[in-house]
């Protein structure tokens, strides 16, 4: 009777959970649609990053990135989702960025970005992609910007902008394309921050870091323009997940309930 009784709360309870099955076969399963924020376009065409290999029962992990402008609340963001014990945080390595071996290619870049550009973003490259490939110690990492935000953006921002020479785009792109193609950068879900450039342009001048001190208002609206092509109008680049959008003009108050209001379709990506 115990046997039976096994065997009828298998058969019931074991559908329900089909990510904890005990069998060696591997599942292939689809993330649950994420809602009226989830960009359709996007969805559709990540289709299989988005999908999630299960084998053995083995837990599978999730990797969101959070992308937006410079002072948009990315670590602001993270610092609140860095309490919630199945979440670990990577934030951007910009410390790295001001300090290499006692040099300070973010300041320097700044100062000459037609110099210095190549130097920074061959640097941002790099740390990115070590953050990308650390083994992950949560169910679910988040972490701040990515590789491809470093290229999609910020190298495209200085190229397009008559301020990275071709030759440096070239060799800045061709190490991209060879990154992404034999390196696996997993991402299941981006958490866009949106913010109009006037907000960050505040935010800036209020966190006061001393290398931004040049940026002018006009920079942050390029970088808005390229995060808005890419991942709002898929007018650029191929998005590599499916993306949550959060508007994140309004204050600290509304944010952090913003952020409470979505957690459970971030906590999803996990699903
Ligand atoms: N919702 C908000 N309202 C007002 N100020 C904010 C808000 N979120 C963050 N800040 C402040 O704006 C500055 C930039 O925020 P930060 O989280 O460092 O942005 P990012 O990591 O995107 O550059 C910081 O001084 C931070 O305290
Ligand atoms: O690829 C990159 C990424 C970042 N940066 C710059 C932009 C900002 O000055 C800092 C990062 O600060 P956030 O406040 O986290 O946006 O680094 C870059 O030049 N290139």
Redesign the pocket.
Known sequence: MMVDLLKELCRVVLPLYPHKSLSTQVLVRQTPALGKHLSGRSRSCTSVNHRKLVRNGEEKKSVIWLEG???SG??TCLEYFSKTSEIEVLT?P?SK?RNVQGCNP?GL?YQDPSRWGLT??TY?QLTMLDRHVLPMSAPIRMM??SIY??KY???ENLYKSGKMPEVDFAVLSEWFEWIIKNIAIPVDLIVYLQTSPQTCYERLKQRC?E??KVIPLEYLESIHNLYEDWLIHHKSFEVPAPVLVIPADHDLKKMLYQYEENREKILMAHC
Do not use: H
């Open positions: 402008n410079i002072a990315k670590t951007e910009v960025w973010l870049m920074l973003q941002v701040e910007r935000s470093a953006i910020f190298v870091r290398e931004e």
